[in-house]
């Protein structure tokens, strides 16, 4: 904004001119709407004529000012389109260097991730707030059931019986299914007992005590 345009801007009793040394907020304003583009929000914001720093993004607005301004011209913008025109809180003025891309060599700024999957749940919150307003009447959402993966499996299996073209196929499937049926019914079995070391150590005593008395009655016979 250059002087001119700011100072006329001083002139409207509605703006104010920032005081020195006054705290200043920094606000990111996303839009998510069909009617109204990021640019839209640019030239309304920058009609306004309210002394707040812009940044135009692909999403949206970066607005920099006191927080009386600030608060001003996100009304203005918001009132395009209120339910899909969302605001956040930014911790860095726009331009900064710990964020500005230009000082850091290029690529994603941190946190840009986040505030992409952020907005592109905003259609949905919008569309809901829509709702709202209009009065529609509220619906409990059907949850879909997990399906069992024998059935699915069955299913697969049914499928391919149909395709004669691959039969190979379906004997592939089905011998997954047996080996998988197979686990299960092992896993139900009881499971076999097991000689303990001492129980082991006193059958072969056992054993080699039977061998000594038949060599014993072997000699004597002769």
């Known amino acids: 904004m250059s002087s001119e345009i700011a100072n006329e801007t001083f002139k409207n009793k509605n703006?104010?001119?920032?005081?020195?040394?006054?705290?200043?907020?920094?606000?990111?304003?996303?839009?998510?709407?069909?009617?109204?583009?990021?640019?839209?929000?640019?030239?309304?914001?920058?009609a306004s004529g309210?002394?707040?720093?812009?940044?135009?993004?692909?999403?949206?607005?970066?607005?920099?000012g006191t927080e009386e301004n600030v608060n001003a011209v996100i009304k203005i913008v918001q009132d395009l389109d209120k339910n899909h025109i969302f605001v956040?809180?930014?911790?860095?003025?726009?331009?900064?260097?710990?964020?500005?891309?230009?000082?850091?060599?290029?690529?994603?700024?941190?946190?840009?991730?986040?505030?992409?999957?952020?907005?592109?749940?905003?259609?949905?919150?919008?569309?809901?707030?829509?709702?709202?307003?209009?009065?529609?009447?509220k619906t409990e959402a059907e949850w879909p059931t997990r399906l069992n993966s024998f059935k699915i499996e069955d299913y697969i299996t049914a499928e391919l019986g149909k395709n004669k073209k691959k039969p190979e196929m379906t004997h592939i499937v089905t011998d997954r299914i047996a080996a998988k049926k197979a686990e299960a019914d092992k896993k139900k079995e009881p499971a076999k007992k097991t000689a303990k070391p001492d129980e082991k150590?006193?059958?072969?005593?056992?054993?080699a005590a039977k061998k000594t008395t038949k060599k014993e009655t072997t000699a004597k016979k002769k």
């Open 201 to 207: 150590k006193t059958a072969a005593k056992k054993t």
């Open 88 to 137: 956040k809180d930014r911790g860095f003025p726009a331009g900064d260097p710990r964020r500005c891309r230009a000082t850091r060599n290029g690529g994603q700024r941190p946190g840009f991730y986040t505030l992409h999957e952020e907005i592109s749940k905003m259609g949905t919150v919008g569309e809901a707030l829509d709702n709202y307003e209009a009065g529609v009447e």
């Open 15 to 46: 703006v104010k001119k920032p005081l020195s040394g006054q705290k200043e907020i920094t606000k990111i304003v996303a839009v998510s709407s069909d009617k109204v583009l990021p640019a839209d929000a640019a030239q309304a914001a920058y």
């Open 50 to 64: 309210y002394p707040v720093t812009l940044k135009e993004t692909c999403y949206g607005l970066v607005m920099t």
